[in-house]
């Protein structure tokens, strides 16, 4: 069987910046592919590279794809392509397969239904917004803190005059991006090792220092996030906490598969895409939410702006764009 593959470029400004210690997005650019079977079975897939550097590098890969592509060898003719357009191929494929049935409607349009990111330049009165939605939803609330953009003595005061703030009903998951050294790392793991408010620290240190993060694990959850993308086995051999980015993996079937067979210590995470990559977070983040270990995802939903590229619905997507 052959397949059709077809390609559009989008580009995108968040609502709001979004920034860490490594990176700033206030833009998104990808490509939504479709790709159609011999008996006109349709399936979208989106290339959404996350960092800036790597676009040119993936349109030129796109541009060398055919446009006809055999189903027999597939894995074989796009395993050399990165690995955002390795996700969209085998997502679309899923599709046509019927591996994967999105629903017409997921409900993660609601406050406490998603991760809430905190804005690194105000981030208390940030925090006093949420706690006055929170009294109103009447519900728990998670909220995430990038830090690694101030000196740590600053952020350390943040951090005591965010623990005395919050109740039991806020949730608070800290992410350094890889930014802090051992040192730092071990500091944050000590004051925070028997609170109850914490989810987790995420990707402490470099992606490298594996043993500091196993260590680090020993004290206080440590979710890993980047070391997963620069060493995928990461994700087959790590007994902590996972961020994981189904566009960012090779073929998110396999994240499909682990959560559907109730694999814990697994968070979903956006990497800024549009809606047709968004059926995959909601439908992922639906079931992490049925599994052994149920938390909401970090969707960012309050970063993007009112576009038709976040409908639910892809068809709709692909022929306006």
């Given at each position: 069987m052959n397949l059709i593959f077809q390609k559009k470029s989008y580009s995108f400004k968040l609502s709001a910046k979004v920034k860490n210690s490594k990176a700033n997005y206030h833009t998104k650019s990808g490509w939504i592919i479709k790709l159609i079977s011999n008996d006109k079975k349709i399936g979208f897939g989106e290339v959404s590279p996350l960092f800036e550097e790597d676009?040119?590098?993936v349109a030129k890969q796109l541009n060398m794809i055919p446009e006809f592509l055999e189903v027999f060898n597939l894995s074989d003719q796009i395993n050399t392509l990165h690995p955002c357009i390795q996700s969209a191929i085998n997502s679309a494929l899923a599709e046509i397969n019927g591996e994967i049935i999105f629903k017409d409607k997921y409900f993660f349009d609601e406050i406490e239904k998603t991760?809430?990111?905190?804005?690194p330049e105000n981030v208390i009165s940030d925090l006093n917004k949420i706690k006055k939605k929170q009294s109103n939803v009447g519900k728990s609330l998670t909220i995430k803190w990038k830090v690694g953009l101030k000196k740590n003595y600053e952020e350390e005061a943040i951090l005591?005059?965010?623990l005395s703030q919050?109740?039991?009903k806020i949730k608070l998951r800290i992410d350094a991006n890889g930014s802090w050294g051992r040192k730092i790392a071990n500091r944050w793991a000590d004051i925070l090792k028997d609170n109850k408010n914490i989810d987790w620290l995420e990707q402490p240190l470099d992606v490298?220092?594996?043993?500091?993060?196993?260590y680090l694990n020993k004290k206080i959850p440590i979710a890993l996030d980047e070391s997963l993308l620069k060493f995928p086995t990461l994700t087959d051999e790590w007994k902590g906490w996972q961020i994981r980015r189904p566009s960012q993996e090779i073929n998110p079937v396999k994240l499909l598969r682990e959560l559907e067979n109730k694999k814990a210590f697994i968070s979903i995470s956006t990497s800024f895409e549009t809606g047709i990559g968004r059926r995959w977070l909601y439908h992922l983040s639906s079931l992490q939410l049925q599994g052994p270990t149920p938390k909401v995802s970090g969707l960012a939903m309050n970063k993007f702006p009112n576009s038709f590229l976040f409908l639910n619905e892809a068809k709709k997507i692909w022929d306006q764009l």
């Amino acid at each position: 069987m052959n397949l059709i593959f077809q390609k559009k470029s989008y580009s995108f400004k968040l609502s709001a910046k979004v920034k860490n210690s490594k990176a700033n997005y206030h833009t998104k650019s990808g490509w939504i592919i479709k790709l159609i079977s011999n008996d006109k079975k349709i399936g979208f897939g989106e290339v959404s590279p996350l960092f800036e550097e790597d676009l040119k590098k993936v349109a030129k890969q796109l541009n060398m794809i055919p446009e006809f592509l055999e189903v027999f060898n597939l894995s074989d003719q796009i395993n050399t392509l990165h690995p955002c357009i390795q996700s969209a191929i085998n997502s679309a494929l899923a599709e046509i397969n019927g591996e994967i049935i999105f629903k017409d409607k997921y409900f993660f349009d609601e406050i406490e239904k998603t991760a809430i990111l905190l804005n690194p330049e105000n981030v208390i009165s940030d925090l006093n917004k949420i706690k006055k939605k929170q009294s109103n939803v009447g519900k728990s609330l998670t909220i995430k803190w990038k830090v690694g953009l101030k000196k740590n003595y600053e952020e350390e005061a943040i951090l005591e005059e965010i623990l005395s703030q919050i109740d039991n009903k806020i949730k608070l998951r800290i992410d350094a991006n890889g930014s802090w050294g051992r040192k730092i790392a071990n500091r944050w793991a000590d004051i925070l090792k028997d609170n109850k408010n914490i989810d987790w620290l995420e990707q402490p240190l470099d992606v490298d220092d594996l043993d500091g993060l196993k260590y680090l694990n020993k004290k206080i959850p440590i979710a890993l996030d980047e070391s997963l993308l620069k060493f995928p086995t990461l994700t087959d051999e790590w007994k902590g906490w996972q961020i994981r980015r189904p566009s960012q993996e090779i073929n998110p079937v396999k994240l499909l598969r682990e959560l559907e067979n109730k694999k814990a210590f697994i968070s979903i995470s956006t990497s800024f895409e549009t809606g047709i990559g968004r059926r995959w977070l909601y439908h992922l983040s639906s079931l992490q939410l049925q599994g052994p270990t149920p938390k909401v995802s970090g969707l960012a939903m309050n970063k993007f702006p009112n576009s038709f590229l976040f409908l639910n619905e892809a068809k709709k997507i692909w022929d306006q764009l």
